[in-house]
């Protein structure tokens, strides 16, 4: 993201009456608009290119819909979507909400309405950013946690306590400076 109150956004839309008009709203939020798509490939060509801080996404678009877009995305370049959506495809909104999309409006769009959605998606973007680092901060104490319960148990069968094996993969890591989990790395691999 850019300075809090300035986004850079890519707008993709079919209908090029709907595309200049998200961009004057845009502009009048005081957002930049980075670039402009008329179809689903171009979207995430620009996406690619350019990494806007958010994607105004048409969720009926030609080449590639909106939600395939936002999944190929989510998978390789993550940032906040919010979906363009007529109200009778509601039942694309919920296929949206399951390919990583923070928000969506209604056409037609309204600039009273546009405006706290692109902050809430990329609160919501950030949060969820924030939840996933956690996520693998956890996951990689819990592995070196395992690594090590499995070198004390090594230890322990060449005839070391519990205790005394621990003791001895953390002094080795004190002396060596590396982590206790390098130290059982290398322990099992001298097995």
Known sequence: MHDQDSYR??????EGVIRLGLR?????????????ARNGEEAVNLVRQLSPDL?????KMPKM???????????????????????SEQPLVTQA???AVMGYLVKPVDESKLAP??????????????????VKTLQTKLS????????KKELMARGL?????????????????????AVAKSVLRQG
């Open 9 to 14: 956004i890519v707008i993709a839309d079919d």
């Open 161 to 181: 306590t519990e205790r005394e094996a621990y003791h001895q993969l953390q002094a080795t890591a004190r002396n060596e400076r590396k982590s206790i989990a």
């Open 55 to 59: 994607l105004l996404l048409d969720i």
């Open 97 to 99: 909400a399951a390919a």
């Open 117 to 134: 959605m692109l902050d809430v998606a990329i609160a919501r973007f950030v949060e969820r950013y924030i939840a996933q680092q956690q």
């Open 65 to 87: 819909d909106g939600i395939a877009v936002a999944q190929k995305l989510s998978a390789e370049a993550p940032l906040p979507i919010v979906i363009l959506t007529a109200f």
């Open 24 to 36: 004057t709203m845009v502009r009048t939020l005081g957002h930049r608009v980075v670039g402009m």
């Open 144 to 151: 070196a946690r395992d690594i090590i319960e499995q070198a």
